[in-house]
């Protein structure tokens, strides 16, 4: 595994530099008390990041005994990464320089009595003014780099409320044409339905009137529940319609609309996502039976058959011929997904007899 480098290691390994280049100094140097001084210079690097200025301050009696030494660029250099006043940083070059310049025990007309005073005074200006100016990039390239993950995270931000937004125009529309279109004629057949089971004296068309009425309104009901849904937009938490249990099956079959008995066996206790995957598997088969089967009977059976969950829906050949009815040829398929994702298998298939088999396999 990488180890990451982390500030402490950096300043130790400047607190050694230091500390070498300060014994290397004095090697040729002959100083008196004055090693107590630069040492302490050297070992305030340790805390240079949080009192940059006095770290600075500190390190300038190794300039003033030794001339240019690391441990006050060191400082300089940081203190110039912390602050942003550029004169500030000015005038402490200018002072580290004087520092490393001046004759030590002589007064200030000694700097001048060799021709040569002003290369010392530009090889001192050099790597103080190199210093201020790399600390300098440093900050810059530091607030660049955090003003540009600033500028990445808004970019994101607005692309995430555009595709919100987005989606909720959609979601919004889609709930219009649901209120507007389909929960109208939804409207209708049941009124019409209510209608005619009231007027009508055939039992068997007041049977079906009032089972379909019954569908309507269930339908309506479910319509409601989808549309607030849909006008949420992801905004909250929205209350979505009471999701169907095996408890449910009897009144599903019962209210199919066509002949249909439910068998159902000694079960195990089945968590939520395949009880609504059984309830779901029967309902898209009693309508595909109701729409491609006219006049068919239809047996749903649950059973455990070893470590397995079977749920079985046959029926019976048609006794007429279908109406064409709008269909998106998806249900089978959906409910086929549904059933792999929780580790079971659907089939369908037709029957010697004419009629058609949807198997639906879980685990139990």
């Known amino acids: 595994m990488k180890r990451r480098w982390r500030p402490w290691m950096t300043d130790a390994a400047l ?35 949080r009192f940059p200025l006095a770290v600075f301050v500190v390190t300038l009696p190794t300039a003033y005994y030794l001339g240019e030494t690391a441990a006050p660029l060191i400082a300089l250099y ?41 290369a010392s005074i530009a090889y001192a200006l050099a790597p103080a003014a190199a210093a201020a100016f790399l600390g300098q990039i440093v900050q810059v390239r530091r607030e660049l780099s955090a003003r540009l993950e600033e500028i990445t995270e808004a970019r994101e931000h607005e692309q995430l409320m555009a595709t919100q937004k987005v989606l909720a125009e959609e979601r919004a529309q889609l ?30 068309a007041k049977e079906a009137a009032g089972t379909i009425r019954k569908l309507s309104v269930r339908t309506l009901d479910e319509l409601r529940h989808m549309v607030n849904v849909l006008r949420a937009g992801g905004g909250g938490p929205t209350d979505l319609a009471p999701q169907p ?62 470590a397995a969950i079977t749920v079985a829906i046959t029926n019976t050949a048609p006794t007429r011929a279908a109406v064409p009815l709008p269909s998106s040829r ?10 792999v994702l929780l580790g079971g298998t659907l089939t369908w298939d037709p029957t010697p007899d004419g009629g058609w088999r949807t198997v639906l396999t879980l685990p139990a």
């Not at 395949?274 to 898209?284: M, S």
Request: glycine share 8%; proline share 4%.
């Open 245 to 306: 249990t095996l408890a449910q099956l009897g009144d599903l079959v019962g209210a199919s609309g066509i002949e249909a008995k439910l068998h159902v066996g000694d079960l195990p206790d089945l968590d939520p996502p395949k009880e609504r995957a059984i309830y779901r598997t029967v309902q898209e088969s009693l309508t595909n039976v109701r729409k491609h089967a006219p006049g068919a009977r239809a047996d749903v059976s649950l059973a455990r058959t070893g």
């Open 330 to 339: 998806h249900g089978l398929l959906g409910l086929h997904q549904r059933a």
């Open 15 to 49: 607190v050694a530099v230091a500390a070498a280049d300060l014994w290397f100094a004095s090697w040729w140097t002959e100083l008196g008390w004055e090693p107590v001084l630069t040492s302490l210079g050297v070992l305030a690097l340790a805390v240079r990041r």
């Open 175 to 204: 709930a219009r044409e649901m209120h507007d279109v389909v929960s109208h004629q939804v409207s209708l057949i049941a009124v019409r339905a209510g209608a005619l089971q009231v007027s009508t004296a055939d039992p068997e």
């Open 78 to 118: 940081t203190l110039a990464v912390a602050s942003h006043k550029r004169w500030f940083l000015a005038v402490c070059s200018l002072v580290l320089a004087a520092c490393m310049i001046w004759p030590i025990g002589s007064g200030p007309a000694m700097i001048f009595a060799d021709s040569w005073w002003l």
